[in-house]
């Protein structure tokens, strides 16, 4: 079976506003490695499974429910070709649909969710300032509804750029990845709606 095409962006497609991510009801999905799965007890996620990628990205990467499917989660590129597939994707160009060889499909992968109401609502007090979560589209050449979810303080400011030092932003996180696991994240599937897609394929210019 090949690689879904609907997760494709189009040229037409838009990066998605965040003004969109206020509709109510938006839910992110975000998948389990299958060696993973046995980290999850009494429909409880291990601390260890909420990933903030502090290497690199600085955030936890998420998709939007609604075109992207839960299932959707059992694809993954393989790594020799995350470098290009999983490259930001550039408005005004097309997707590229991965090949045979450069994915594959796990279906032993598990997932959890994330509503993104929940997810907004959020602020902790740290050290006289504030931070809240922040959600960014960042589209991949292979996927349109990639998800990056980031802390900010209340200058919007990402934790990542702060003149804070490493064990300061780690201690940000780990609060910030703590208040997700008690209060937001599910693994069982909630109700979701689903994005217009005039929020991300506006009409052509007359």
């Known amino acids: 079976m090949g690689y879904p095409e609907r997760l494709l962006p189009h040229s037409h497609y838009s990066f998605i506003s965040f003004n969109s991510f206020l509709q109510r009801g938006l839910v992110l999905v975000r998948h389990v490695e299958s060696s993973e799965m046995s980290q999850i007890q009494n429909k409880l996620l291990s601390t260890n499974l909420i990933k903030i990628q502090s290497d690199h990205l600085r955030d936890?990467?998420?998709?939007?429910?609604?075109?992207?499917?839960?299932?959707?989660?059992?694809?993954?590129i393989e790594k020799e070709y995350q470098a290009s597939l999983c490259a930001l994707w550039e408005e005004n160009t097309a997707g590229v649909m991965?090949?045979?060889?450069?994915?594959?499909?796990?279906?032993?992968?598990g997932y959890y969710f994330i509503p993104i109401d929940l997810l907004l609502d959020f602020e902790f007090p740290y050290q006289e300032h504030v931070y809240h979560f922040m959600v960014f589209?960042?589209?991949t050449r292979c996927n349109f509804w990639h998800i990056s979810i980031r802390l900010l303080n209340e200058k919007d400011q990402e934790v990542s750029s702060l003149e804070l030092s490493k064990n300061q932003k780690h201690r940000l996180w780990k609060i910030a990845k703590d208040f997700l696991l008690s209060d937001i994240v599910t693994i069982e599937p909630v109700p979701y709606n689903t994005l217009p897609p005039a929020a991300y394929s506006p009409p052509s210019p007359h």
């Open 98 to 109: 991965p090949q045979s060889g450069e994915f594959f499909k796990d279906t032993g992968r």
């Open 60 to 76: 936890l990467s998420n998709n939007l429910l609604g075109v992207f499917q839960k299932e959707d989660s059992f694809y993954g």
């Open 137 to 139: 589209h960042t589209p």
